[in-house]
């Protein structure tokens, strides 16, 4: 609670609000725009996601001779408002570089009013659609596709319990939700998994008995939860409070980060699996200087909504720099093929689709005795790397 109450009030002192945060630039200076959430379900992320461009803005301070400036864009989470306020920042203030995305309706309609407009999207959202069949050259990806996610988190855990044969999902009804339900799928049919049952849920809905109530019906063996952020952690802490994580095994497809676990808690962590893109114990030369650089400057740990963010601001600066340009077209191609040292380790922007290639993570949350320190919840039992081949993704790169 005490680091929640620190957060807060950096985020008021830092300007942060449920609207847009305007950075007037000069006609000399580069204006780069983050769109993401800062309003409705999903307003933690872009409070983080000001945090993580904001620390790299102003490490860089100018590229190419030209001073960093960036504008957060409150999406509100909406595809319709995110697609209108990015046409304005292009129409009224020139922004050609968009980093920083992180969900995956208002990405895939983004997506494609920026390259319309012949700028760049550096996203961290899930749909497999972005690095597939809406893929085109204007957009890159930093987070993972659902496909990987799944073959993160569920592959590993299927080889950990093999007698854990029952699986249970429940699901948010709109694109990340339904690509991660049909990858899951796949998977549970060729690893022999009967997949008991689905609930599907709305992007609105907190209360989750019904679905529990199902899925302890099932007599499942594990119970997946394939929502995310706020929903995924009303799901989960409604299925503890039902007893479930003494009748199955509890895996969250993908955790929203560490503000996650520090709104849950040890007693509800402790012992359920996470699928996570990021995670800040991470042991790279890159990732352990992000770290005490972030605890220098906001007296936090990173989370994923800052991380990623930080990571898509670092990739565009080193591109522009080996473009030695800041027009978007020399930009992207500096992008494409470029290999950098990330916060997972050696990355790399696949030509092809424009994924990047890096690791995914499964965590166990641990119990408050065992912590280590106060951001110590969860430990890192398996990494890896899980994609298509490009031939398999769909792109057709225009």
């Known amino acids: 609670m005490a680091n929640r109450r620190h957060f807060l009030k950096l ?3 830092a300007g942060l609000a449920a609207q847009p945060v305007f950075t007037f630039a000069k006609s000399d200076d580069l204006l780069v725009a983050c769109p993401t959430a800062m309003s409705g379900t999903f307003s933690a992320i872009g409070k983080y996601s000001d945090l993580g461009i904001k620390l790299a803005v102003e490490q860089q301070g100018s590229v190419q001779g030209r001073t960093l400036k960036y504008r957060m864009i409150d999406t509100e989470a909406k595809p319709a408002t995110a697609v209108r306020r990015v046409q304005e920042a292009i129409q009224q203030d020139g922004v050609r570089f968009f980093p920083g995305a992180l969900l995956s309706a208002e990405s895939l309609a983004m997506s494609k009013e920026i390259h319309k407009s012949g700028g760049l999207l550096i996203t961290n959202a899930g749909a497999d659609e972005l690095t597939g069949v809406e893929c085109n050259r204007s957009t890159f990806r930093w987070a993972l596709p659902t496909y990987s996610i799944i073959q993160g988190s569920a ?17 948010p009804q709109y694109v990340f939700g339904e690509d991660l339900l049909r990858n899951a799928k796949a ?18 809905e907190r209360e989750f008995s019904g679905h529990l109530t199902n899925a302890l019906a099932s007599k ?3 119970l997946f939860l394939l929502n995310y952020g706020a929903q995924a952690s009303d799901a989960l802490r409604q299925a503890i409070s039902f007893g479930l994580k003494e009748k199955m095994t509890i895996i969250v497809a993908a955790a929203s980060g560490l503000e996650q676990f520090e709104s849950l808690g040890t007693d509800i962590c402790d012992g359920v699996y996470f699928g996570a893109v990021y995670w800040h114990t991470i042991d790279t030369a890159f990732n352990r200087t992000f770290v005490e650089q972030v605890r220098a400057k906001f007296g936090i740990s990173p989370n994923y909504s800052l991380a990623a ?17 800041t027009e978007p077209r020399e930009v992207i191609g500096a992008l494409e093929g ?5 916060l997972t380790g050696t990355e790399e922007v696949r030509r092809e689709d424009h994924q990047v290639l890096r690791d995914f993570y499964l965590i166990k949350g641990k119990s408050k005795q065992n912590m280590r320190d106060k951001d110590d919840y969860a430990d890192i039992i398996h990494s890896g790397r899980f994609f298509l081949a490009p031939e398999q993704t769909n792109c057709k790169m225009a």
């Open 220 to 222: 499942a063996d594990v």
């Open 11 to 13: 985020s008021l002192a």
């Open 309 to 325: 963010p930080y990571i898509n601001m670092r990739m565009l600066i080193d591109a522009m720099d080996k473009a030695k340009s």
């Open 187 to 204: 998977l549970f049919q060729e690893k022999g998994i009967e997949h008991v049952g689905n609930s599907y849920h709305s992007l609105t």
């Open 338 to 342: 470029m290999v950098f040292e990330g």
């Open 155 to 171: 592959r590993p855990l299927i080889e950990l319990l093999p007698q854990a044969k029952r699986w249970y999902t429940i699901t």
